[in-house]
C-alpha cells in the first residue's frame, strides 16, 4: 500500500483557473505536510507547509488538510503557464519525524 | 552562497569508477538527507543525518556510503555501481529532527544527474 498517493495527471488547466490537487496519506500519525513543485529536470522547491486542519493561504496558493480524512489538497488559483510543472505532496511516516514519504506527482499543465 | 549546493551537476561513470558526490548547505540546518529520484519513480529516501549521526539508512545497498563530516556538508561515495543506479541524486537540509517539532520543512540541492555506464 502506497503511503502517500496523487492523481498522476496530466491536469489540464486554462490560465486563469483554478487548479485542484488532491493527496491522501495512510498514516494517522503524521502531523506535517508538505507540497513541493518540481519543474521538468529541477529539483523540488518548497511552496507550502501545513500542520493544522483547515485552510492555509500563501499568495496563490492554499493549502487544505483534513487529518480525520486523511488528506491534503492544494489550490493554485489564477493559474499561470509558470504553473506547469508536476506537484508532489509530502508527508513524515508517523515513527520518524523528518522523514518525508513523497507521492509520486500531480502533473499540471497550464493552458493559454 | 545560498541554500543548498551541489556538485558535481552531472555525472558519468563506468561500473568500476570510484566516485563522491558532495553536498554543502549555507542555512545553518542540523539534519540533511540523500535522495534518489528516478523516472517516474517517487523520491526515495537514502539516508538521514541529525547532527552529524546517521539515523536512517533505508535499505541501501553498500555501493553507496554516505559520509557526514559536519551539520553543514554531506558526501555521497559511490563505486562498482550499476547501471540501475542512475537516476537524479539529492541532497536536502532541514532543522534538526527534535522529537515533536513539525516545523522541519526540507529544502533542496539542485542534484547531481548520475549516468553509469
Known amino acids: 500500500q502506497k503511503e502517500v498517493e496523487q492523481n498522476s495527471g496530466p491536469l489540464s488547466v486554462p490560465e486563469g483557473a483554478i487548479a485542484s490537487l488532491n493527496c491522501t496519506y495512510s498514516?494517522?500519525?503524521?502531523?506535517?505536510f508538505f507540497w513541493y513543485r518540481q519543474y521538468s529536470g529541477k529539483s523540488p522547491e518548497l511552496i507550502m507547509s501545513?500542520?493544522?486542519?483547515g485552510d492555509k493561504e500563501d499568495g496563490r496558493f492554499t493549502a487544505q488538510l483534513n487529518k480525520a480524512s486523511q488528506y491534503v489538497s492544494l489550490l493554485i488559483r489564477d493559474s499561470q503557464p509558470s504553473d506547469s510543472a508536476t506537484y508532489l505532496c509530502?508527508?513524515?511516516?508517523?515513527?520518524?519525524?523528518?522523514?518525508?514519504?513523497f507521492g509520486a506527482g500531480t502533473q499540471v499543465v497550464v493552458t493559454p | 552562497e545560498t541554500g543548498v549546493t551541489q556538485t558535481p551537476r552531472h555525472l558519468v561513470m563506468g561500473m568500476t569508477n570510484k566516485k563522491s558526490l558532495k553536498c554543502e548547505q549555507h542555512?545553518?540546518?542540523?539534519?540533511m538527507y540523500w535522495y534518489k529520484q528516478s523516472a517516474k519513480k517517487p523520491l526515495e529516501l537514502m539516508f538521514v543525518?541529525?547532527?552529524?549521526?546517521?539515523?536512517e539508512n533505508n535499505s541501501v545497498p553498500s555501493r553507496f556510503s554516505p559520509e557526514c563530516p559536519n551539520s553543514s556538508h554531506l558526501f555521497l561515495h559511490l563505486h562498482t555501481l550499476q547501471p540501475e543506479d542512475s537516476a537524479l541524486y539529492l541532497c536536502?537540509?532541514?532543522?534538526?529532527?527534535?522529537?515533536?517539532?513539525?516545523?522541519?520543512?526540507?529544502?533542496f540541492g539542485p542534484g547531481t544527474r548520475l549516468t553509469v555506464t
Open positions: 509530502a508527508a513524515p511516516r508517523g515513527d520518524s519525524w523528518g522523514k518525508l514519504q
Open positions: 501545513i500542520y493544522s486542519n
Open positions: 543525518y541529525n547532527f552529524k549521526e546517521q539515523t
Open positions: 498514516d494517522r500519525g503524521s502531523q506535517s
Open positions: 536536502a537540509s532541514s532543522q534538526d529532527l527534535a522529537s515533536g517539532r513539525l516545523d522541519y520543512e526540507q529544502y
Open positions: 542555512l545553518g540546518h542540523n539534519a
